[in-house]
């Protein structure tokens, strides 16, 4: 199933981030797609705000390539990975994202094209757009059950 939430300004992005997580279901692993500069890290970090994790803790993983939270509402742990500068699929494989995937914590996903073959089937797809006026598109598609 489609979702489309629109992102007309930064100012949008908390309400955009709890529309985005009234979405969640039981799915963990969300691969978040658009161009460099889309967006994806700053979304991702609201959705974090969102979740519950302390506004400071919420930065990009890029020089890590994985970042772990624990929200402080839910104390449910979460994953935010930048694939980014993985060269191989046998790279995120030596980092154990399978693991990581089997877990049950919450994964979320920027550069998800880098690991394509390793992405469970239940991946909720998340497409960053930037519109003409600089304003985003988030289209969220959930699985088929």
């Avoid at 489309?4 to 309400?15: G, M, N, Q």
């Avoid at 985005?20 to 979304?43: C, I, N, Q, S, W």
């Avoid at 390539?65 to 104390?75: G, L």
């Avoid at 694939?83 to 979320?108: H, K, P, T």
Wanted: one cysteine or more; charged letters at 30%.
């Amino acid at each position: 199933m489609k979702h489309i939430i629109e992102i007309p300004t930064l100012d949008a992005l908390p309400e955009a981030a709890e529309k985005f997580v009234a979405l969640m279901g039981d799915e963990t692993v969300y691969a978040f797609h658009g161009e460099m500069g889309a967006g994806k890290t700053t979304f991702i970090r609201q959705l974090c705000r969102a979740l519950g994790v302390e506004e400071d803790l919420a930065n990009s993983p890029s020089f890590s390539i994985i970042n772990e939270y624990r929200s402080d509402t839910t104390a449910e742990l979460m994953y935010h990975f930048d694939l980014y500068r993985l060269e191989s699929v046998d790279e995120a494989l030596e980092i154990g994202v399978e693991d990581y995937f089997d877990s049950g914590a919450l994964c979320l996903l920027e550069w998800p094209e880098r690991i394509e073959p390793l992405l469970p089937d239940d991946t909720v797809v998340v497409e960053l757009k930037v519109n003409p006026d600089d304003s985003r598109t988030l289209t969220v598609t959930t699985p088929d059950e």
